[in-house]
């Protein structure tokens, strides 16, 4: 009897362990789907989030270009130098090791007597990679003397990041919009871009877009980041004005200036139109926002 007892205890030890190993083959292969549309959960401290170095902290003399010259002040850790004189342009390096997105500068606009005229906002269009420049320029008022930029904020992963230079503190905070890996939102086939002619000083490529899908899409835009020795110097928005139907294919005009040397299709967007929502893809972090 006792044998007995022993056999049918073993018997169930033996089908509980089973049962775990079931639930646990179970939530790992939930959590590999479910992988597949998140991002990345990333940890990111106080002196991580100071990912901006900036060339051009205070931009001066706005109001007498013509005579003076634009004092330029290095943020420290960045060794971004040669600012052209007389322009109210930046430059701006991503020094993380990870990528920041839907970037923006705040400033102040001063007069001579370095009064506060009026506070306003800087925004990029572009995602950099760790390493990557770009210019950004800022629009200022009548009787502004000079620019000096207080604050900066960008994206990365799951996070919000926003970096007070002028009372020294970091904001960090997640990211609420819905965003997803792209992977199953990648569904235009873009080719190379091709240029085609030049005239009045406007270069003009083209490029053709097909839609992998089976879907009809509306409202296509193409993100171009334009590039000159290295460095993105304009972000374009260039749209296709029709319904790309399954498996159609568009070509697309993307006019840019002589100073561009490079072009670069770093996102696109499109609206779904049988899921009524606008999918807004970036091609360098692979992350897509969803809006419904």
């Known amino acids: 009897m006792k044998r007995i007892s022993k056999i049918s205890y073993l018997l169930v030890v033996i089908l509980l362990i089973n049962v775990v190993a079931i ?23 106080e002196n991580d989030a100071k990912a901006i170095g900036i060339s051009n902290t205070e931009i001066t003399n706005i109001s007498n270009l ?20 007389h322009d109210t342009t930046t430059k701006i390096e991503n020094n993380s090791n990870f990528y920041i997105s839907d970037i923006w500068l705040g400033y102040e606009e001063l007069d001579k007597n370095k009064n506060i005229i009026s506070k306003s906002q800087t925004f990029l269009d572009l995602t950099l990679s760790p390493g990557e420049l770009s210019s950004i320029s800022f629009n200022y008022k009548e009787y502004v003397d000079s620019i000096k930029i207080t604050s900066y904020g960008y994206e990365t992963e799951d996070k919000v990041i926003v970096v007070n230079l002028k009372k020294d503190y970091v904001k960090i905070k997640n990211n609420e919009q819905q965003i997803e890996n792209s992977k199953s939102y990648e569904i235009l086939n873009i080719s190379d871009i091709h240029k085609e002619n030049e005239s009045n000083g406007i270069n003009k490529y083209i490029v053709k877009v097909k839609n992998s899908s089976q879907k009809n899409l509306g409202n296509i835009t193409l ?70």
């Not at 005579?67 to 040669?82: F, G, L, R, V, Y």
């Not at 374009?236 to 697309?252: D, F, G, M, P, R």
């Open 23 to 45: 639930s646990g083959c179970k939530n790992e292969n939930i959590n590999n789907k479910n992988n597949d549309k998140s991002i990345r959960d990333i940890e990111i401290n």
């Open 66 to 85: 013509d005579e003076h010259d634009t004092t330029t002040k290095i943020e420290k850790n960045s060794n971004i130098s040669n600012l052209d004189e």
């Open 223 to 292: 993100k171009i980041g334009e590039l000159k020795n290295g460095e993105y110097i304009s972000v374009s928005h260039i749209s296709a004005y029709n319904v790309l139907k399954a498996s159609q294919e568009t070509k697309i005009d993307i006019p840019t200036s002589r100073d561009t040397d490079k072009l670069k299709i770093i996102g696109y967007s499109y609206d779904d139109i049988k899921e009524k929502a606008n999918i807004d893809i970036d091609l360098k972090s692979h992350r897509a926002k969803i809006n419904k």
